[in-house]
T-cell receptor, first 114, second 112 residues
Framework: EAQVTQNPRYLITVTGKKLTVTCSQN?????MSWYRQDPGLGLRQIYY???????DKGDVPEGYKVSRKEKRNFPLILESPSPNQTSLYFC?????????????FGSGTRLTVV | GDSVTQMEGPVTLSEEAFLTINCTYT??????LFWYVQYPGEGLQLLLK?????DKGSNKGFEATYRKETTSFHLEKGSVQVSDSAVYFC???????????FGAGTRLFVKA
């Protein structure tokens, strides 16, 4: 089944403890992106990647890192999480940016930082 | 920069009622427009899209027409069902395709 898989689904952590949220897609998509969803704000883009080893900042990149060493994986790293990073996170992918395909989304990761 | 404005929710309708969710956008160039749907506890799913002016996207009884003159992409359905209860997001993808801006979402409740 074609899908975007995120792990974990739920995570509670403490301020300052480094964490990684994994994202993997099995569709050979070139483009991948991370969003956070907050009430009343919709989805805001954190980082995106056009292809392997090509990443760039979205609208809210502060406090996050990403890497794209393989085409299928696009982990989101919070090196020193803070309570304002408590949110619902979504990974999304698309075949490429050459046409408006639309995104396939993962099921989300609900992160709570205390 | 690009932006999307959706009507605030929640929208509450009875089954078989007509649905309209308004969406307007600002964008440069020739953006593509999308509607996504999010069911409780799930990620967003692509509902429909339109890639140029006057295009109509449609899927599962939902429709939206790309109106460049009014910069709008309103979502409509002639007869909603309880199973349509969800949050609906309007989105605009920039001409380069590397950035998609989402609206704040509109929650729809459909009563039996």
């Amino acid at each position: 089944e074609a899908q975007v898989t995120q792990n974990p689904r739920y995570l509670i952590t403490v301020t300052g403890k480094k964490l990684t949220v994994t994202c993997s897609q099995n569709m050979n998509h070139e483009y991948m992106s991370w969003y956070r969803q907050d009430p009343g704000l919709g989805l805001r883009q954190i980082y995106y990647s056009m292809n392997v080893e090509v990443t760039d900042k979205g609208d809210v990149p502060e406090g996050y890192k990403v890497s794209r060493k393989e085409k299928r994986n696009f982990p989101l790293i919070l090196e020193s999480p803070s309570p304002n990073q408590t949110s619902l996170y979504f990974c999304a992918s698309s075949p490429s940016t050459l046409k408006p395909y639309g995104y396939t989304f993962g099921s989300g990761t609900r992160l709570t930082v205390v | 920069g690009d932006s999307v404005t959706q009507m605030e929710g929640p929208v509450t309708l009875s089954e078989e009622a007509f649905l309209t969710i308004n969406c307007t956008y600002t964008a440069t160039g020739y953006p593509s427009l999308f509607w996504y749907v999010q069911y409780p506890g799930e990620g967003l799913q692509l509902l429909l899209k339109a890639t140029k002016a006057d295009d109509k996207g449609s899927n599962k009884g939902f429709e939206a027409t790309y109106r460049k003159e009014t910069t709008s992409f309103h979502l409509e359905k002639g007869s909603v069902q309880v199973s349509d209860s969800a949050v609906y997001f309007c989105a605009v993808e920039n001409t380069g395709g590397f950035k998609t801006i989402f609206g704040a979402g509109t929650r729809l409740f459909v009563k039996a």
